[in-house]
């Protein structure tokens, strides 16, 4: 019996290359230049995925183009553990720790001894407030504390580009055409029909990513338990790998390519440091003075 493949990191073919073998999709390994001391093989730091074959769905489910994904993704022997890392960081970072329990010294009462020391042949006892009875202190129970943890910006976007590489690798994506203006207003059915077009089975998990998402849009779907909508701003590592098919548009494409893309990379930090010196004042004068005035 075969079984649908899922997004997980666990099955995806980024994570093991001979496992799936697309012959529509081209792996490439960029080696770094500099050899050890001992004239050792360089070892891979990137593996850039390039899907040239992603086609392009209309509304009505007809392929009207070919689009590609180029993103950048971390090699076989750690992929698994930078995404197992960016996964347990998001799961850590949503826990809200809030979970508190009383102690013995914090419970109400207890300050009088229940019965005295000797000659009840019960075992001695000096509060009420002991964990040992009902009502009593909890001993070593969890107290308010801070669960999240920190991990390097890179990394994040390294471990969301490799799963994304792993999906599309693994021919768990699509990309359909912007179907934001198709609804005129909110329909379920409409929507539902749309997914069987598109060859999706509304029973399992899918996740849409679009740059934005129209209210028609937005309430068509969330109806839908096994569908989530996600945009830049909501794109998350767990969102990703639970799903088993991941939805693209045009435009989400072009964002992918764009912020976890390969060519990309450095033009970042560029940017920033334009803006710095622009918005910066000339030395000498403070913030708001004008440099023509006179003393």
């Given at each position: 019996?075969?079984?649908?493949?899922?997004?997980?990191?666990?099955?995806?073919?980024?994570?093991?290359?001979?496992?799936?073998?697309?012959?529509?999709?081209?792996?490439?390994?960029?080696?770094?230049?500099?050899?050890?001391?001992?004239?050792?093989?360089?070892?891979?730091?990137?593996?850039?995925?390039?899907?040239?074959?992603?086609?392009?769905?209309?509304?009505?489910?007809?392929?009207?183009?070919?689009?590609?994904?180029?993103?950048?993704?971390?090699?076989?022997?750690?992929?698994?553990?930078?995404?197992?890392?960016?996964?347990?960081?998001?799961?850590?970072?949503?826990?809200?720790?809030?979970?508190?329990?009383?102690?013995?010294?914090?419970?109400?009462?207890?300050?009088?001894?229940?019965?005295?020391?000797?000659?009840?042949?019960?075992?001695?006892?000096?509060?009420?407030?002991?964990?040992?009875?009902?009502?009593?202190?909890?001993?070593?129970?969890?107290?308010?504390?801070?669960?999240?943890?920190?991990?390097?910006?890179?990394?994040?976007?390294?471990?969301?580009?490799?799963?994304?590489?792993?999906?599309?690798?693994?021919?768990?994506?699509?990309?359909?055409?912007?179907?934001?203006?198709?609804?005129?207003?909110?329909?379920?059915?409409?929507?539902?029909?749309?997914?069987?077009?598109?060859?999706?089975?509304?029973?399992?998990?899918?996740?849409?990513?679009?740059?934005?998402?129209?209210?028609?849009?937005?309430?068509?779907?969330?109806?839908?338990?096994?569908?989530?909508m996600l945009t830049p701003r909501t794109l998350n590592l767990f969102d990703i790998l639970d799903a088993e098919t991941l939805v693209l548009t045009?435009?989400?494409?072009?964002?992918?390519?764009?912020?976890?893309?390969?060519?990309?990379?450095?033009?970042?930090?560029?940017?920033?440091?334009?803006?710095?010196?622009?918005?910066?004042?000339?030395?000498?004068?403070?913030?708001?003075?004008?440099?023509?005035?006179?003393?």
């Amino acid at each position: 019996m075969a079984t649908s493949s899922s997004l997980s990191f666990f099955s995806s073919s980024i994570f093991f290359p001979s496992s799936h073998k697309n012959p529509k999709n081209s792996i490439s390994v960029l080696h770094h230049t500099k050899f050890s001391p001992n004239n050792a093989l360089p070892k891979p730091l990137v593996v850039s995925s390039q899907l040239a074959n992603l086609p392009v769905l209309s509304f009505t489910g007809e392929k009207i183009g070919e689009t590609f994904l180029d993103l950048k993704s971390a090699p076989p022997d750690t992929a698994r553990a930078v995404v197992h890392r960016g996964l347990v960081t998001d799961m850590q970072n949503k826990r809200r720790g809030t979970a508190s329990t009383l102690t013995r010294g914090e419970v109400r009462g207890g300050g009088k001894k229940p019965y005295p020391q000797k000659k009840t042949g019960r075992a001695r006892r000096g509060s009420q407030r002991t964990p040992l009875r009902p009502g009593g202190g909890v001993i070593f129970g969890p107290k308010p504390r801070d669960w999240s943890i920190k991990i390097n910006r890179k990394e994040k976007k390294l471990a969301i580009s490799t799963a994304i590489s792993s999906a599309a690798a693994a021919a768990n994506t699509i990309v359909v055409e912007e179907f934001d203006e198709k609804f005129e207003k909110p329909k379920t059915k409409e929507f539902i029909e749309a997914m069987r077009r598109w060859g999706l089975d509304p029973k399992q998990k899918a996740t849409f990513l679009m740059m934005d998402v129209s209210e028609n849009v937005e309430k068509s779907s969330r109806n839908i338990g096994t569908l989530k909508m996600l945009t830049p701003r909501t794109l998350n590592l767990f969102d990703i790998l639970d799903a088993e098919t991941l939805v693209l548009t045009p435009s989400s494409v072009d964002f992918l390519n764009g912020r976890y893309g390969v060519e990309l990379e450095g033009e970042e930090g560029e940017e920033e440091e334009v803006e710095e010196e622009e918005g910066s004042e000339p030395e000498g004068i403070e913030p708001g003075e004008d440099s023509n005035a006179s003393e």
